[in-house]
């Protein structure tokens, strides 16, 4: 019931397409599995073995800290309509900060969106289809708005400086932080 493939095919990019919600997965030595929904339109593929999202601050920075230490990741997308999926990518992960040499090309696939701290590049490892037979019909409605009029309504500098002492997960790992502004043409 299951198929494993090694690129992503012209099918798995029509799939991609259509998702408006995905989910992150990542584990480290000795530290919580850390599980989380995104969407805000910040998942892009970059060729047949390499995708990237778009991350925006939010509750926490595990993802970050998590690969970091251990760089293993899965990423999620479950079909709410028809026909019935879950679709798995399975590889390792990396932070792209504002202030690191690639960030500015990398942008360049995205919608810069409020309060943006990083961009997670995954090369894949493996990639699987599964029947989603028990995943149930639901549709989607809209995005919230609520983390970008927050992030909106922030002077950038300020947050900044808020976040420059939060180097640590909250299991203890170390993680880098943001410490310049994206860059909107």
Avoid at 101 to 113: A, I, K, N, P, S
């Amino acid at each position: 019931m299951s198929e494993f493939f090694t690129e992503l095919t012209d099918k798995h990019h029509e799939f991609v397409a259509k998702q408006p919600v995905f989910f992150v997965a990542t584990a480290a030595d000795g530290a919580r599995i850390n599980l989380s929904p995104k969407g805000m339109d910040s998942f892009r593929i970059l060729s047949p073995g390499k995708v990237a999202y778009l991350d925006v601050g939010g509750s926490g920075n595990e993802t970050h800290a998590h690969l970091a230490a251990d760089g293993r990741i899965t990423i999620m997308m479950c079909a709410f309509d028809r026909p019935a999926l879950i679709f798995r990518i399975y590889g390792r992960g990396r932070a792209v900060l504002p202030q690191d040499e690639g960030f500015d090309d990398l942008l360049q696939h995205f919608t810069v969106l409020p309060g943006t701290r990083q961009i997670f590049v995954i090369d894949i490892d493996s990639i699987q289809e599964s029947c989603g037979w028990g995943v149930p019909y639901m549709s989607f409605d809209r995005e919230r708005e609520t983390l970008s009029k927050y992030h909106a309504q922030q002077d950038p500098v300020e947050r900044l400086e808020r976040i420059k002492e939060r180097t640590t997960s909250i299991d203890g790992l170390p993680q880098r932080v943001q410490s310049h502004i994206p860059l909107v043409d």
